[in-house]
C-alpha cells in the first residue's frame, strides 16, 4: 500500500538561530538541519543569493504561531468537513514516527560560524563601516533587530539602530562613489527623522492601531491621501532645492532623498507586513465569530430542543430514534447542504419520502444516490412508487431499509431492499392494491417496470424508469432466479 | 485518556479504538464480540499515533474527525503511522459520510469505511474482515465509488487505474444497494473470495488512481 509521503507544513520556528528559515525548511523537506544551513552559507557567500533567499523566506513563510493561528481558524468542529482545512499548524508538534525528530541543535557555535562569512546586509561599505565601530558579527544585529520588529513592536531601539546604519550606509556609499555629501544639511535631517521615529514609537500599540483606524489609513481613501502628501511634500522640497542651486545638484538631492525613504521604507517593511498579518486575523476572526454565533442559533433552535424532547420521552425507544433520525436528518440538510446545486432534483425527491417514511415508521432508511437529473412528471411517478416500496419495507421487513437510486443517460433506477422475512410476490392476492397498483402499475403507466424479489433473506424492489418515454415494454415477464415480473 | 493494556494472551483480534468521545469508545468496547480485545484506546491525534505504534494491533478503528495534530483528524493518524501500514490496518468510522471525509480517509490508506450508527455485529463483523485484509465497503462507499469513477464499465484504451471493469462496478452496484458480501455471491453466482477480491481491486483503484477527477469529485460533492 502506497500513500503519499508526509510532509510537514513549511513553517518558520523551533531552533532558530536567526528566524528560523533553515530550521523551518530542513523539517519541510526532510533533510538534516545542518546540511540546509551550510547551503545556505555557501549560497550567501556566492555573490548574496542566500541573503536574498533567506530574507524572502523569513518574509513570506510564517512562524509556528502565526500558523497555529490561522489553522484555529479553520473550522474545529468535529462534522465540519475537514479536509478543506489546509495542512498546516505548528511545527513543534512532531510525531514520533517521523524521521527527524526536532535535535536542540547547538545555536551557539552556528552563530559563531555563520558570522564571519556572513556578508554585511546593506552593503560591502556599510560592512566596513559597522567592522569598524562594533564586532565582527555586528552585521547580524540589525537582521536580528527585523526578527524582533516581526514578533514584537517593543523593539524601537532596534528599529532606530537600523534606519541609522542604513543611512551611514547610503553615506559612505557616496563618499565612496566621490559624491561630496553634505553632512552639515543630511545630520539635521537624520536627527528629524529620528525625532519622528521617537515619537512614533512613543505611541503604544493600541493608540497606534485606533490612530490609523481614525485617519482611515487602512482604506483606499486613506492612501490616496497619504500619497497626495508625500508627492506635495517631494514636489515642495524640489522646488525650494531647485530654486537655490542648479538641476545638478537637484537631481543629487533627489537620489539621496529617495535613497533614504527607501531606507526608511526598509526598515518600517517588516512592521508593516505584521500590522497587516494583525489585521487580517482581527478580520478573520470577526467572521469566525459571526459564524459561530449563527451556528450557536441553529443549534439552540434544532438540536437543543430535540435533545430536551428525547430527555422527556426517555423510557419510550421508538420515539426516541424517531427523533433522534429526524434530528440527525436536519441537521445533515444544514450542514451539508449545497447552495450551488438547483430544488427539484431527483434524488431529493427520493430522500424526502425517505424521510417520510422514517418519520411515519420510525425505520431507519438509508438512501445512498450516484448521478441525478431534474424532476419531470414521470419521475414524480417513481418517487411515488420507491415511497410506497418503502412503506412496505418499513412496515413487514425488519432493521434497516436500503434504499439506492442510480441515474444514468438511459434510464433513472431505484432499489428498495430490507431484510425481513420475505414473502412470495405472485401469492398477492389481487386484491391487495400496495403493491400492484401504486408500485407496479404506477410504472407500468409511465413506461417503467417494477421487479420484485423476495427470498428468506429479504425483499427487493427495483423500480426503472427510461429517460425517454415510451421505450420500455412492461409486459415481457421474466420469472428466472425467483424473480417475478407482476 | 490514552490507555495500553497488557496484551491479552488470548487468541483473539487486538484493536486499538481510536475517538475523542469516551462514552462512544466504551460503548464500542461493550458492542464488539468477544474474540476482539480492545488493546488500546486514544482521543487525539498524538495520542493515537503513540499508542498504536506501542501496541501495534491489528486492527485500528479510527474515527474520521479528530482533535489535535494539525487538525487533520484520521487522515493524520494515517501519515503519522505510515510504517506500520503493512502490519496494522485501518478501520475508519465516522458519523458524518461527507464523500471528501471518506474518500480521503480511504485515500490515505484505510481499508474500509464505516458509519458508526452501525450494529455492534456489524462492526464486529468488519473488523474480523479488516483483520483478513479485505476492504469492507458500506453501502455510502460504495456509492461514493460509482460516482467517482462513473457507472460506465472500463474500455480496454483507459487507464486501467481510473474505471471499475463491468463485474466491480455490478459488486459495487450491488453493495450501494444493500446487499452483504455474502448476498452479492449468491446474486452473482461466485464465491464469496471472488466478492471480496472484487471489493480489494476497487479499493487499490480508489487509493491509487491518479485520476483528477476523482479528488475534485470529492471536494465538489457536498450533498447529504
Same mark, same amino acid.
Given at each position: 500500500?502506497?500513500?503519499?509521503?508526509?510532509?510537514?507544513?513549511?513553517?518558520?520556528?523551533?531552533?532558530?538561530?536567526?528566524?528560523?528559515?533553515?530550521?523551518?525548511?530542513?523539517?519541510?523537506?526532510?533533510?538534516?538541519?545542518?546540511?540546509?544551513?551550510?547551503?545556505?552559507?555557501?549560497?550567501? +557567500?556566492?555573490?548574496?543569493?542566500?541573503?536574498?533567499? @533567506?530574507?524572502?523566506?523569513?518574509?513570506?513563510?510564517?512562524?509556528?504561531? &502565526?500558523?497555529?493561528?490561522?489553522?484555529?481558524?479553520?473550522?474545529?468542529?468535529?462534522?465540519?468537513?475537514?479536509?478543506?482545512?489546509?495542512?498546516?499548524?505548528?511545527?513543534?508538534?512532531?510525531?514520533?514516527?517521523?524521521?527527524?525528530?526536532?535535535?536542540? @541543535?547547538?545555536?551557539?557555535?552556528?552563530?559563531?560560524?555563520?558570522?564571519?562569512?556572513?556578508?554585511?546586509?546593506?552593503?560591502?561599505?556599510?560592512?566596513?563601516?559597522?567592522?569598524?565601530?562594533?564586532?565582527?558579527?555586528?552585521?547580524?544585529?540589525?537582521?536580528?533587530?527585523?526578527?524582533?520588529?516581526?514578533?514584537?513592536?517593543?523593539?524601537?531601539?532596534?528599529?532606530?539602530?537600523?534606519?541609522?546604519?542604513?543611512?551611514?550606509?547610503?553615506?559612505?556609499?557616496?563618499?565612496?562613489?566621490?559624491?561630496?555629501?553634505?553632512?552639515?544639511?543630511?545630520?539635521?535631517?537624520?536627527?528629524?527623522?529620528?525625532?519622528?521615529?521617537?515619537?512614533?514609537?512613543?505611541?503604544?500599540?493600541?493608540?497606534?492601531?485606533?490612530?490609523?483606524?481614525?485617519?482611515?489609513?487602512?482604506?483606499?481613501?486613506?492612501?490616496?491621501?497619504?500619497?497626495?502628501?508625500?508627492? #506635495?511634500?517631494?514636489?515642495?522640497?524640489?522646488?525650494?532645492?531647485?530654486?537655490?542651486?542648479?538641476?545638478?545638484?537637484?537631481?543629487? /538631492?533627489?537620489?539621496?532623498?529617495?535613497?533614504?525613504?527607501?531606507?526608511?521604507?526598509?526598515?518600517?517593511?517588516?512592521?508593516?507586513?505584521?500590522?497587516?498579518?494583525?489585521? &487580517?486575523?482581527?478580520?478573520?476572526? %470577526?467572521?469566525?465569530?459571526?459564524?459561530?454565533?449563527?451556528?450557536?442559533?441553529? +443549534?439552540?433552535?434544532?438540536?437543543?430542543?430535540?435533545?430536551?424532547?428525547?430527555?422527556?420521552?426517555?423510557?419510550?425507544?421508538?420515539?426516541?430514534?424517531?427523533?433522534?433520525?429526524?434530528?440527525? %436528518?436536519?441537521?445533515?440538510?444544514?450542514?451539508?447542504?449545497?447552495?450551488?446545486?438547483? /430544488?427539484?432534483?431527483?434524488?431529493?425527491?427520493?430522500?424526502?419520502?425517505?424521510?417520510?417514511?422514517?418519520?411515519?415508521?420510525?425505520?431507519?432508511?438509508?438512501?445512498?444516490?450516484?448521478?441525478?437529473?431534474?424532476?419531470?412528471?414521470?419521475?414524480?411517478?417513481?418517487?411515488?412508487?420507491?415511497?410506497?416500496?418503502? +412503506?412496505?419495507?418499513?412496515?413487514?421487513?425488519?432493521?434497516?431499509?436500503?434504499?439506492?437510486? &442510480?441515474?444514468?443517460?438511459?434510464?433513472? &433506477?431505484?432499489?428498495?431492499?430490507?431484510?425481513?422475512?420475505?414473502?412470495?410476490?405472485?401469492?398477492?392476492?389481487?386484491?391487495? #392494491?400496495?403493491? %400492484?397498483?401504486?408500485?407496479?402499475?404506477?410504472?407500468?403507466?409511465?413506461?417503467?417496470?417494477?421487479?420484485?424479489?423476495?427470498?428468506?433473506?429479504?425483499?427487493?424492489?427495483? +423500480?426503472?424508469?427510461?429517460?425517454?418515454?415510451?421505450?420500455?415494454?412492461?409486459?415481457?415477464?421474466?420469472?428466472?432466479?425467483?424473480?417475478?415480473?407482476? | 485518556?490514552?490507555?495500553?493494556?497488557?496484551?491479552?494472551?488470548? $487468541?483473539?483480534?487486538?484493536?486499538?479504538?481510536?475517538?475523542?468521545?469516551?462514552?462512544?469508545?466504551?460503548?464500542?468496547?461493550?458492542?464488539?464480540?468477544?474474540?476482539?480485545?480492545?488493546? *488500546?484506546?486514544? *482521543?487525539?491525534?498524538?495520542?493515537?499515533?503513540?499508542?498504536?505504534?506501542?501496541? $501495534?494491533?491489528?486492527?485500528?478503528?479510527?474515527?474520521?474527525?479528530?482533535?489535535?495534530?494539525?487538525? *487533520?483528524?484520521?487522515?493524520?493518524? !494515517?501519515?503519522?503511522?505510515?510504517?506500520?501500514? *503493512?502490519?496494522?490496518?485501518?478501520?475508519? !468510522?465516522?458519523?458524518?459520510?461527507?464523500?471528501?471525509?471518506?474518500?480521503?480517509?480511504?485515500?490515505?490508506?484505510?481499508?474500509?469505511?464505516?458509519?458508526?450508527?452501525?450494529?455492534?455485529?456489524?462492526?464486529?463483523?468488519?473488523?474480523?474482515?479488516?483483520?483478513?485484509?479485505?476492504?469492507?465497503?458500506?453501502?455510502?462507499?460504495?456509492?461514493?465509488?460509482?460516482?467517482?469513477?462513473?457507472?460506465?464499465?472500463?474500455?480496454?484504451?483507459?487507464?486501467?487505474?481510473?474505471?471499475?471493469?463491468?463485474?466491480?462496478?455490478?459488486?459495487?452496484?450491488?453493495?450501494? $444497494?444493500?446487499?452483504?458480501?455474502?448476498?452479492?455471491?449468491?446474486?452473482?453466482?461466485?464465491?464469496?473470495?471472488?466478492?471480496?477480491?472484487?471489493?480489494?481491486?476497487? !479499493?487499490?483503484?480508489?487509493?491509487?488512481?491518479?485520476?483528477?477527477? !476523482?479528488?475534485?469529485?470529492?471536494?465538489?460533492? $457536498?450533498?447529504?
Amino acid at each position: 500500500m502506497t500513500t503519499a509521503a508526509y510532509r510537514p507544513p513549511l513553517v518558520r520556528g523551533g531552533d532558530r538561530v536567526i528566524a528560523g528559515v533553515c530550521a523551518g525548511l530542513a523539517r519541510h523537506l526532510g533533510w538534516p538541519v545542518k546540511m540546509v544551513r551550510i547551503g545556505m552559507v555557501v549560497a550567501a +557567500l556566492a555573490g548574496g543569493a542566500g541573503v536574498a533567499f @533567506y530574507a524572502w523566506l523569513w518574509i513570506m513563510v510564517p512562524t509556528a504561531d &502565526e500558523s497555529a493561528k490561522r489553522n484555529a481558524r479553520q473550522p474545529a468542529s468535529p462534522i465540519a468537513p475537514a479536509v478543506s482545512a489546509p495542512f498546516t499548524a505548528p511545527a513543534s508538534q512532531q510525531y514520533p514516527t517521523q524521521p527527524y525528530p526536532a535535535q536542540p @541543535y547547538p545555536a551557539q557555535p552556528y552563530a559563531a560560524a555563520f558570522a564571519p562569512s556572513a556578508p554585511p546586509v546593506p552593503g560591502s561599505a556599510a560592512g566596513t563601516a559597522a567592522a569598524g565601530t562594533a564586532p565582527a558579527s555586528e552585521g547580524q544585529v540589525p537582521a536580528d533587530s527585523w526578527r524582533s520588529r516581526v514578533t514584537s513592536l517593543r523593539y524601537g531601539k532596534e528599529i532606530l539602530l537600523g534606519a541609522g546604519l542604513l543611512l551611514a550606509a547610503a553615506i559612505l556609499i557616496a563618499r565612496v562613489l566621490g559624491v561630496d555629501v553634505p553632512l552639515g544639511t543630511l545630520i539635521p535631517v537624520a536627527a528629524i527623522l529620528g525625532g519622528a521615529a521617537i515619537a512614533w514609537m512613543q505611541l503604544d500599540e493600541t493608540r497606534r492601531a485606533g490612530l490609523v483606524d481614525k485617519t482611515k489609513a487602512d482604506q483606499a481613501g486613506g492612501w490616496a491621501r497619504l500619497a497626495a502628501g508625500l508627492a #506635495l511634500v517631494v514636489a515642495g522640497v524640489l522646488v525650494m532645492v531647485s530654486g537655490s542651486g542648479s538641476w545638478e545638484q537637484t537631481w543629487l /538631492a533627489l537620489l539621496s532623498s529617495v535613497a533614504v525613504l527607501g531606507g526608511v521604507a526598509l526598515v518600517l517593511l517588516p512592521w508593516g507586513l505584521k500590522f497587516w498579518r494583525d489585521l &487580517e486575523a482581527e478580520r478573520a476572526g %470577526r467572521v469566525r465569530a459571526t459564524e459561530r454565533a449563527e451556528i450557536a442559533a441553529h +443549534l439552540h433552535d434544532s438540536v437543543l430542543q430535540t435533545l430536551a424532547l428525547i430527555q422527556r420521552r426517555a423510557g419510550n425507544e421508538t420515539d426516541v430514534v424517531r427523533l433522534a433520525r429526524a434530528q440527525e %436528518r436536519e441537521l445533515r440538510g444544514w450542514l451539508y447542504r449545497d447552495p450551488g446545486k438547483e /430544488a427539484g432534483q431527483l434524488s431529493e425527491g427520493i430522500n424526502a419520502a425517505a424521510a417520510e417514511v422514517e418519520d411515519s415508521l420510525g425505520h431507519a432508511v438509508e438512501v445512498v444516490t450516484v448521478g441525478d437529473c431534474a424532476m419531470t412528471e414521470r419521475h414524480e411517478a417513481l418517487v411515488q412508487a420507491a415511497r410506497e416500496a418503502m +412503506l412496505n419495507a418499513a412496515r413487514h421487513g425488519g432493521g434497516a431499509v436500503s434504499v439506492y437510486l &442510480e441515474v444514468t443517460d438511459g434510464a433513472a &433506477e431505484v432499489f428498495v431492499k430490507d431484510r425481513g422475512p420475505g414473502f412470495d410476490p405472485d401469492a398477492v392476492p389481487a386484491d391487495r #392494491l400496495g403493491v %400492484r397498483e401504486s408500485i407496479v402499475g404506477r410504472m407500468n403507466r409511465h413506461g417503467g417496470t417494477a421487479i420484485i424479489t423476495s427470498s428468506q433473506d429479504g425483499t427487493e424492489v427495483r +423500480l426503472r424508469l427510461p429517460q425517454a418515454a415510451g421505450t420500455a415494454s412492461g409486459a415481457a415477464a421474466t420469472n428466472s432466479n425467483g424473480e417475478a415480473r407482476l | 485518556m490514552s490507555t495500553i493494556e497488557e496484551a491479552s494472551p488470548a $487468541r483473539g483480534i487486538r484493536v486499538v479504538i481510536v475517538d475523542d468521545h469516551a462514552i462512544f469508545r466504551s460503548g464500542l468496547k461493550a458492542d464488539l464480540d468477544p474474540d476482539i480485545v480492545v488493546a *488500546g484506546e486514544a *482521543g487525539t491525534v498524538e495520542e493515537a499515533v503513540v499508542v498504536i505504534a506501542a501496541v $501495534r494491533p491489528d486492527v485500528v478503528l479510527l474515527d474520521v474527525h479528530l482533535p489535535g495534530g494539525l487538525g *487533520g483528524g484520521g487522515r493524520e493518524v !494515517l501519515a503519522g503511522s505510515v510504517p506500520l501500514l *503493512g502490519s496494522t490496518r485501518f478501520l475508519a !468510522l465516522s458519523v458524518s459520510d461527507a464523500a471528501e471525509d471518506v474518500v480521503s480517509v480511504i485515500r490515505a490508506g484505510a481499508r474500509g469505511y464505516v458509519t458508526k450508527t452501525i450494529s455492534g455485529a456489524e462492526i464486529s463483523d468488519a473488523v474480523r474482515r479488516v483483520a483478513g485484509g479485505d476492504a469492507v465497503f458500506s453501502p455510502r462507499l460504495a456509492g461514493f465509488v460509482l460516482d467517482a469513477f462513473g457507472t460506465a464499465p472500463a474500455d480496454i484504451a483507459d487507464d486501467e487505474l481510473d474505471r471499475l471493469s463491468a463485474r466491480e462496478l455490478e459488486v459495487m452496484r450491488l453493495i450501494a $444497494r444493500g446487499y452483504s458480501y455474502k448476498e452479492v455471491a449468491k446474486e452473482l453466482f461466485i464465491s464469496i473470495k471472488t466478492v471480496e477480491t472484487h471489493v480489494s481491486a476497487v !479499493l487499490r483503484k480508489l487509493q491509487l488512481s491518479s485520476r483528477h477527477e !476523482l479528488t475534485r469529485w470529492a471536494a465538489e460533492r $457536498r450533498l447529504l
